[in-house]
């Protein structure tokens, strides 16, 4: 009995040390996953833009460790939420949780502004540039408000952007303002006599005008009271305007001389009242090299935008009974700075031409009451309507526009006699004529998109607003009266509005009702 007994302890013995060891591996095991669960980092947060690492998903990451899943068409530019799954230490595959957020506010630049106090305060997109934001911009305003200056000075204004996420950056805009109540002033202005041709008239010679701030202050002369079919003395006003809004004007006379050799030779056609005659023994090419000499700029579109600038603030709109040719008419824009819409669009021609800038004309279609001729400019790869004339319900003048930018009752026209034109042209003439006067600039090819990969794990994204880089708006301009002028039944159809001129522009010109 005791024999039974001895054998049956040391039985129970080996057992016992059977279940020691097994419960020291239980607890080994449990340590090790306890650490391992320890070391993993179940949820990520990234900044947008960042890279994704393994490393940021462990406290000492394992030299196992890797994704079991295909990150590389993660967009990280967007937040976004993604479920991804770890391998690491041999043995263990977790799920693991990647947050892209965006707390970066957008980056810019501060585009200075130089204005008057008699000016607009430009809006706050005018006022900064270059800007940047993975998510987009929602917003541009001024952060204490629109200022208001009352006096001239430096100011510094600050001008908040904000992103699609609420992230915003403070930029401070540097302000030159003006205070400038001085106009310009007019010497030279002399009485006048013509007889002969009246194309040798040139109203400008030896005047000249002068400003305190203004480097080119805006010269003009208003004739609307003469008859130049008719001898007498008529009386014609000059008026200069500064960009702060300041008028100045100087009168003189003119004495019209018509001899029977110019009645002879004016008068094409009495019935119809149309007059024709050439531009007189002035050079007008050499006229509009002189003016060209001070519109050059950095770029063709800069350079173009300054031709259409001085057509439209030098020249006022008068209606001109007679046929022109085209040298005619530059040469009427450029001596007495009034004329119809083929003088404004004549001056803005010959001035391209000088610039070497491709160039053609439209012409209303179809014609009901009146033509009206405007230019068509290759600029930046494309074809764009641009158009000098000055209209009583368009103050500003129209640059770069497309067909739908300019499609009002002033400028309908037959799209299948032109080339096609920037934005989208509905129709257009195939082939694309050459440009002239010299060739244009072939865009380059647009890159062939690369072949997606396989596809990355859904997130759950919010909505992304594209990045817009707003245009810097030029100060509006003030009005100005001229008395008398010309006026012609103004237009039915209001006009779009895609570029203002830079300088003051007279708000009483006639609606171009022309030839």
Same mark, same amino acid.
């Given at each position: 009995?005791?024999? +039974?007994?001895? %054998?049956?302890?040391?039985?129970? &013995? ?21 650490? @391992? ?6 949820? =990520?947060?990234?900044? @947008? ?12 990451? *394992? ?15 967007? *937040? ?16 693991? +949780?990647?947050?892209?957020?965006? $707390?970066?506010?957008?980056? &810019? ?42 006096? &001239? ?16 950056? =403070? ?9 400038? $109540? ?7 202005? $002399?009485?006048?006599? =013509? ?11 030896? =005047? ?17 009271? %003469?008859?130049?079919?008719?001898? &007498?003395?008529?009386? %014609? ?6 960009? @702060?809004?300041?008028?100045?004007? /100087? ?68 209606? /001109?009974?007679?046929?022109? !040719? ?41 014609? +009901? ?60 003439? !195939?082939?694309? #004529? ?5 060739? !244009?600039?072939? #865009? !380059? ?11 990355? #794990? ?10 817009? %880089? #707003? ?8 009005? +100005?009266? @001229? ?33």
């Amino acid at each position: 009995m005791l024999r +039974i007994l001895i %054998v049956m302890l040391k039985k129970l &013995g080996k057992v016992g040390g059977f279940i020691y060891i097994a419960a020291i591996i239980t607890a080994t095991v449990l340590f090790t996953i306890r650490d @391992a669960d320890r070391n993993l980092r179940k949820e =990520v947060v990234i900044e @947008a833009g960042s890279s994704i690492k393994i490393e940021d998903f462990f406290n000492d990451c *394992p030299n196992d460790a890797k994704f079991t899943c295909d990150i590389s068409q993660i967009d990280t530019k967007t *937040p976004a939420v993604y479920k991804l799954t770890v391998f690491y230490d041999d043995a263990f595959e977790k799920e693991v +949780i990647l947050k892209i957020e965006d $707390h970066t506010g957008p980056k &810019g630049i501060a585009l200075p502004k130089l204005l008057y106090t008699t000016w607009k305060v430009p809006d706050a997109e005018s006022c900064v540039g270059y800007l940047y934001d993975l998510s987009g911009i929602a917003k541009i305003e001024y952060q204490n408000g629109t200022p208001s200056f009352t006096e &001239g000075g430096e100011y510094k204004v600050p001008v908040v952007v904000t992103d699609t996420y609420g992230n915003d950056t =403070v930029i401070d805009v540097p302000f030159t303002v003006i205070d400038d $109540h001085t106009a310009p002033v007019i010497k030279g202005v $002399h009485d006048l006599e =013509v007889s002969g041709d009246l194309h040798d008239l040139d109203y400008f010679t030896g =005047v000249s005008v002068k400003d305190d701030y203004d480097d080119e202050p805006v010269l003009k002369v208003n004739d609307s009271l %003469v008859n130049y079919k008719a001898p &007498g003395t008529y009386e %014609v006003i000059y008026m200069a305007v500064d960009k @702060a809004g300041n008028l100045s004007s /100087v009168k003189a006379k003119i004495t019209i001389v018509m001899g029977e050799e110019f009645v002879e030779t004016e008068l094409v056609d009495a019935d119809a009242e149309y007059y024709y005659y050439t531009y007189g023994s002035g050079d007008v090419y050499s006229i509009a090299a002189n003016i060209m000499s001070g519109l050059w700029r950095g770029s063709d579109v800069e350079t173009a935008r300054a031709i259409f600038n001085w057509v439209h603030s030098h020249i006022y709109y008068q209606t /001109v009974l007679y046929h022109q !040719s085209y040298e005619a008419a530059a040469y009427r824009g450029f001596t007495r700075r009034n004329g119809d819409c083929y003088v404004f669009y004549s001056c803005a021609k010959m001035l391209l031409d000088c610039a070497g800038i491709p160039n053609m004309m439209v012409q209303r279609s179809p014609v +009901i009451n009146n033509g009206h001729y405007w230019n068509l400019v290759y600029l930046d790869g494309g074809w764009y309507h641009c158009d000098a004339t000055v209209f009583r319900d368009h103050p500003g003048m129209y640059f770069m526009c497309t067909d739908a930018e300019i499609d009002d009752y002033h400028h309908q026209f037959n799209g299948y006699l032109y080339p096609e034109r920037a934005g989208g042209s509905s129709a257009f003439a !195939s082939p694309t #004529p050459t440009p002239s006067p010299s060739p !244009s600039p072939s #865009p !380059s090819p647009s890159p062939s998109p690369s072949p997606s990969p396989s596809p990355a #794990p859904s997130p759950s994204t919010e909505p992304v607003i594209t990045e817009t %880089v #707003p245009t810097e708006i030029p100060s509006p301009s003030p009005e +100005i009266t @001229a008395e008398p002028t010309q006026e012609t039944e103004p237009s039915d159809t209001p006009s779009p509005t895609p570029e203002t001129t830079e300088e003051p522009t007279q708000a009483t010109e006639s609606t171009k009702e022309d030839v």
